[in-house]
Nanobody
Framework: VELVESGGGLVQAGGSLRVSCAAS????????MGWFRQAPGKEREFVAY???????QYADSVKGRFTISRDNNKNTVYLRMNSLKPEDTAVYYC???????????????????WGQGTQVTVSS
Protein backbone atom coordinates (compact mmCIF):
# COMPACT_ATOMS: atom_id res chain seq x y z
CA VAL A 1 0.00 0.00 0.00
CA GLU A 2 1.34 3.39 -0.98
CA LEU A 3 0.04 6.44 0.88
CA VAL A 4 0.31 10.04 -0.34
CA GLU A 5 -0.75 12.94 1.87
CA SER A 6 -1.79 16.35 0.61
CA GLY A 7 -3.54 19.50 1.77
CA GLY A 8 -1.12 20.79 4.37
CA GLY A 9 -0.19 24.44 4.57
CA LEU A 10 -0.08 27.60 6.64
CA VAL A 11 -3.19 28.73 8.50
CA GLN A 12 -3.91 31.24 11.23
CA ALA A 13 -4.94 30.17 14.70
CA GLY A 14 -8.65 29.49 14.82
CA GLY A 15 -8.74 28.55 11.16
CA SER A 16 -9.49 25.25 9.44
CA LEU A 17 -7.68 22.89 7.12
CA ARG A 18 -8.36 19.50 5.59
CA VAL A 19 -5.58 17.08 4.83
CA SER A 20 -6.08 14.06 2.60
CA CYS A 21 -4.37 10.73 2.15
CA ALA A 22 -4.74 8.80 -1.08
CA ALA A 23 -3.97 5.09 -0.99
CA SER A 24 -3.02 2.77 -3.79
CA UNK A 25 -4.27 -0.78 -4.08
CA UNK A 26 -7.60 -2.54 -4.21
CA UNK A 27 -7.96 -3.42 -0.53
CA UNK A 28 -8.25 0.05 0.97
CA UNK A 29 -11.68 -0.62 2.43
CA UNK A 30 -10.29 -3.43 4.58
CA UNK A 31 -7.59 -1.31 6.21
CA UNK A 32 -7.72 0.63 9.44
CA MET A 33 -6.43 4.15 8.74
CA GLY A 34 -4.75 6.54 11.12
CA TRP A 35 -3.35 10.04 11.33
CA PHE A 36 -0.28 10.84 13.42
CA ARG A 37 1.75 14.01 13.77
CA GLN A 38 5.28 14.91 14.70
CA ALA A 39 6.51 18.30 15.81
CA PRO A 40 10.22 19.21 15.74
CA GLY A 41 12.09 17.55 18.58
CA LYS A 42 9.07 15.52 19.67
CA GLU A 43 7.91 11.94 19.32
CA ARG A 44 5.36 11.01 16.69
CA GLU A 45 1.96 11.12 18.35
CA PHE A 46 -1.45 9.70 17.62
CA VAL A 47 -4.15 12.03 16.31
CA ALA A 48 -7.06 9.89 15.12
CA TYR A 49 -7.97 6.63 13.47
CA UNK A 50 -10.92 5.24 11.58
CA UNK A 51 -11.39 1.51 11.34
CA UNK A 52 -12.50 -0.51 8.32
CA UNK A 53 -16.02 -0.61 9.81
CA UNK A 54 -16.15 3.16 10.45
CA UNK A 55 -15.35 3.14 14.14
CA UNK A 56 -13.11 6.03 15.14
CA GLN A 57 -11.04 7.34 18.02
CA TYR A 58 -9.33 10.65 18.69
CA ALA A 59 -6.53 11.92 20.87
CA ASP A 60 -7.85 14.02 23.74
CA SER A 61 -5.94 17.04 22.42
CA VAL A 62 -7.97 17.12 19.18
CA LYS A 63 -11.32 15.70 20.30
CA GLY A 64 -14.15 18.01 19.28
CA ARG A 65 -11.95 19.93 16.82
CA PHE A 66 -10.77 17.28 14.34
CA THR A 67 -12.84 14.82 12.31
CA ILE A 68 -11.51 11.78 10.50
CA SER A 69 -13.44 10.29 7.60
CA ARG A 70 -12.89 7.95 4.69
CA ASP A 71 -14.20 7.50 1.17
CA ASN A 72 -13.64 3.90 0.11
CA ASN A 73 -14.72 4.69 -3.46
CA LYS A 74 -11.82 7.15 -3.73
CA ASN A 75 -9.35 5.16 -1.60
CA THR A 76 -8.91 8.29 0.49
CA VAL A 77 -8.94 9.18 4.16
CA TYR A 78 -9.41 12.75 5.36
CA LEU A 79 -8.66 14.73 8.48
CA ARG A 80 -10.72 17.87 8.90
CA MET A 81 -9.11 20.22 11.41
CA ASN A 82 -11.07 23.09 12.92
CA SER A 83 -10.19 25.67 15.58
CA LEU A 84 -6.53 25.11 14.90
CA LYS A 85 -3.98 26.11 17.52
CA PRO A 86 -0.26 26.86 17.20
CA GLU A 87 0.44 23.64 19.11
CA ASP A 88 -1.16 21.70 16.23
CA THR A 89 1.84 22.65 14.09
CA ALA A 90 3.54 19.44 12.93
CA VAL A 91 4.13 17.12 10.03
CA TYR A 92 0.99 15.03 9.67
CA TYR A 93 1.40 11.41 8.62
CA CYS A 94 -1.18 8.99 7.27
CA UNK A 95 -0.87 5.30 8.15
CA UNK A 96 -2.58 2.04 7.21
CA UNK A 97 -2.80 -1.21 9.12
CA UNK A 98 -5.03 -3.97 10.41
CA UNK A 99 -4.99 -4.08 14.17
CA UNK A 100 -7.05 -6.66 16.05
CA UNK A 101 -7.11 -4.64 19.24
CA UNK A 102 -8.63 -1.15 19.34
CA UNK A 103 -5.87 -0.08 21.70
CA UNK A 104 -3.20 -0.68 19.06
CA UNK A 105 -4.78 1.91 16.83
CA UNK A 106 -3.30 4.75 18.86
CA UNK A 107 0.24 3.40 18.60
CA UNK A 108 2.71 3.47 15.70
CA UNK A 109 3.06 -0.30 16.12
CA UNK A 110 -0.51 -0.73 14.93
CA UNK A 111 0.36 0.31 11.37
CA UNK A 112 2.33 -1.27 8.57
CA UNK A 113 2.36 1.47 5.95
CA TRP A 114 3.16 5.18 6.23
CA GLY A 115 2.99 8.19 3.98
CA GLN A 116 5.72 10.79 3.58
CA GLY A 117 3.86 13.43 5.60
CA THR A 118 2.45 16.88 4.96
CA GLN A 119 3.40 20.01 6.89
CA VAL A 120 0.71 21.89 8.81
CA THR A 121 1.76 25.22 10.31
CA VAL A 122 -0.58 27.26 12.52
CA SER A 123 0.46 30.85 13.14
CA SER A 124 -0.55 32.75 16.26
Amino acid sequence: VELVESGGGLVQAGGSLRVSCAASGHTFSSYDMGWFRQAPGKEREFVAYIRWNGGSQYADSVKGRFTISRDNNKNTVYLRMNSLKPEDTAVYYCAAGSFPDYGLGSTVQGYDYWGQGTQVTVSS
